[in-house]
């Protein structure tokens, strides 16, 4: 059973900086797709970053020039937040999507950015 979970929020002031991890256990086998969402109070989850085998990341507006998506050999997934605002206050899941079309959600990780 695969199990994918997030790390790294917290509480941090604006203009400053968090790196969020995600990591997958068991066999997910090859993964394709891999992107962060968040979701803040009230408000629909919605793409920050994603990231295809095959293509370029990919980023929402509102982060482009201050997040950067990144994976390494063993399949974790990093999301480099620089430049914090407070209106990137969510809580922000990951999500991978293996060559067999499965989609795999973390529980989800809590960012504060106080001002």
């Known amino acids: 059973q695969v199990q994918v979970v997030e790390s790294g929020g917290g509480l941090v002031q604006a203009g400053g900086s968090l790196r969020l991890s995600c990591a997958a256990s068991?066999?997910?086998?090859?993964?394709?797709?891999m992107g962060w969402y968040r979701q803040a109070p009230g408000k629909q989850r919605e793409l920050v970053a994603a990231?295809?085998?095959?293509?370029?990341p990919n980023y929402a507006e509102s982060v482009k020039g201050r997040f950067t998506i990144s994976r390494d050999a063993k399949n974790t997934v990093y999301l480099q937040m620089n430049s914090l605002k407070p209106e990137d206050t969510a809580v922000y899941y990951c999500?991978?999507?293996?060559?067999?079309?499965?989609?795999?959600w973390g529980q989800g990780t809590q960012v504060t950015v106080s001002s």
């Open positions: 990231s295809t085998s095959s293509g370029r």
């Open positions: 068991g066999s997910i086998f090859s993964i394709t797709f």
């Open positions: 999500k991978l999507r293996n060559d067999r079309w499965n989609d795999y």
